[in-house]
Nanobody
Protein backbone atom coordinates (compact mmCIF):
# COMPACT_ATOMS: atom_id res chain seq x y z
CA UNK A 1 0.00 0.00 0.00
CA UNK A 2 1.31 3.42 -0.98
CA UNK A 3 1.35 6.24 1.56
CA UNK A 4 2.09 9.79 0.48
CA UNK A 5 3.23 12.65 2.70
CA UNK A 6 3.31 16.27 1.53
CA UNK A 7 5.50 19.02 2.94
CA UNK A 8 6.76 22.48 2.08
CA UNK A 9 3.66 24.61 2.37
CA UNK A 10 3.61 27.94 4.13
CA UNK A 11 2.62 31.59 4.14
CA UNK A 12 4.21 33.71 1.41
CA UNK A 13 3.59 36.98 -0.38
CA UNK A 14 2.37 37.36 -3.93
CA UNK A 15 5.25 36.89 -6.35
CA UNK A 16 7.18 34.58 -4.03
CA UNK A 17 8.11 30.95 -4.66
CA UNK A 18 7.59 27.70 -2.78
CA UNK A 19 8.60 24.11 -3.42
CA UNK A 20 6.30 21.35 -2.27
CA UNK A 21 7.49 17.80 -1.75
CA UNK A 22 5.59 14.53 -1.77
CA UNK A 23 7.42 11.53 -0.37
CA UNK A 24 6.05 8.05 -0.90
CA UNK A 25 6.41 4.95 1.19
CA UNK A 26 6.03 1.99 -1.10
CA UNK A 27 7.16 1.84 -4.68
CA UNK A 28 5.75 4.46 -7.02
CA UNK A 29 8.32 4.38 -9.80
CA UNK A 30 5.80 2.78 -12.15
CA UNK A 31 2.96 5.11 -11.16
CA UNK A 32 1.86 8.47 -12.41
CA UNK A 33 1.85 11.03 -9.60
CA UNK A 34 0.03 14.30 -9.37
CA UNK A 35 -0.79 17.42 -7.40
CA UNK A 36 -4.28 18.65 -6.67
CA UNK A 37 -5.50 21.56 -4.59
CA UNK A 38 -8.61 22.62 -2.76
CA UNK A 39 -9.37 26.22 -1.91
CA UNK A 40 -11.91 27.15 0.79
CA UNK A 41 -15.44 26.64 -0.45
CA UNK A 42 -14.30 25.07 -3.71
CA UNK A 43 -13.94 21.58 -5.07
CA UNK A 44 -10.58 19.90 -5.30
CA UNK A 45 -8.96 20.57 -8.66
CA UNK A 46 -6.14 19.13 -10.70
CA UNK A 47 -2.88 21.09 -10.71
CA UNK A 48 -0.19 18.98 -12.37
CA UNK A 49 0.81 15.40 -13.07
CA UNK A 50 3.98 13.59 -14.01
CA UNK A 51 3.94 10.14 -15.54
CA UNK A 52 6.26 7.28 -14.76
CA UNK A 53 7.95 8.20 -18.06
CA UNK A 54 8.47 11.78 -16.83
CA UNK A 55 5.87 13.40 -19.09
CA UNK A 56 4.35 16.44 -17.36
CA UNK A 57 0.85 17.86 -17.61
CA UNK A 58 -0.46 21.11 -16.16
CA UNK A 59 -3.70 22.89 -15.47
CA UNK A 60 -4.06 26.03 -17.57
CA UNK A 61 -4.27 28.20 -14.45
CA UNK A 62 -0.70 27.42 -13.38
CA UNK A 63 1.01 26.69 -16.69
CA UNK A 64 4.27 28.61 -17.00
CA UNK A 65 4.48 29.28 -13.25
CA UNK A 66 4.59 25.81 -11.71
CA UNK A 67 6.90 22.91 -12.56
CA UNK A 68 6.38 19.29 -11.53
CA UNK A 69 9.27 16.87 -11.33
CA UNK A 70 10.20 13.68 -9.55
CA UNK A 71 13.23 11.87 -8.21
CA UNK A 72 12.57 8.15 -8.39
CA UNK A 73 15.73 7.40 -6.41
CA UNK A 74 14.30 9.38 -3.48
CA UNK A 75 10.73 8.22 -4.14
CA UNK A 76 9.77 11.89 -4.06
CA UNK A 77 7.80 14.22 -6.29
CA UNK A 78 8.05 18.00 -6.23
CA UNK A 79 6.03 21.02 -7.26
CA UNK A 80 8.07 24.17 -7.81
CA UNK A 81 5.69 27.12 -7.59
CA UNK A 82 6.89 30.51 -8.83
CA UNK A 83 5.12 33.85 -9.18
CA UNK A 84 2.53 32.81 -6.63
CA UNK A 85 -0.80 34.61 -6.58
CA UNK A 86 -3.44 34.95 -3.88
CA UNK A 87 -5.72 32.69 -5.92
CA UNK A 88 -3.15 29.89 -5.50
CA UNK A 89 -4.09 29.75 -1.81
CA UNK A 90 -5.30 26.22 -1.09
CA UNK A 91 -4.50 22.93 0.56
CA UNK A 92 -2.26 21.03 -1.84
CA UNK A 93 -2.51 17.25 -2.04
CA UNK A 94 -0.44 14.68 -3.84
CA UNK A 95 -1.83 11.44 -5.13
CA UNK A 96 -1.26 8.52 -7.41
CA UNK A 97 -3.03 9.76 -10.47
CA UNK A 98 -4.47 8.70 -13.81
CA UNK A 99 -6.38 10.42 -16.54
CA UNK A 100 -9.37 9.80 -18.71
CA UNK A 101 -9.19 12.18 -21.64
CA UNK A 102 -8.47 15.62 -20.22
CA UNK A 103 -9.70 14.75 -16.71
CA UNK A 104 -7.35 13.65 -13.96
CA UNK A 105 -8.16 11.55 -10.92
CA UNK A 106 -6.31 10.61 -7.79
CA UNK A 107 -5.94 7.84 -5.24
CA UNK A 108 -3.85 7.22 -2.10
CA UNK A 109 -4.17 10.85 -1.09
CA UNK A 110 -1.72 12.51 1.26
CA UNK A 111 -2.88 14.62 4.22
CA UNK A 112 -2.28 17.89 2.36
CA UNK A 113 -0.11 20.92 2.96
CA UNK A 114 -1.45 24.47 3.27
CA UNK A 115 -0.24 27.16 0.92
CA UNK A 116 -1.33 30.71 1.69
CA UNK A 117 -0.41 33.61 -0.58
CA UNK A 118 -1.00 37.11 0.74
CA UNK A 119 -1.51 40.08 -1.54
Amino acid sequence: QVQLVESGGGLVQAGDSLRLSCTASGRTSNNNLGWFRQAPGKEREFVAAITYEYNAYYADSIKGRFTIFRDKGKNTMYLQMNSLRPEDTAVYYCAVTWNSGRSWYGDYWGQGTQVTVSS
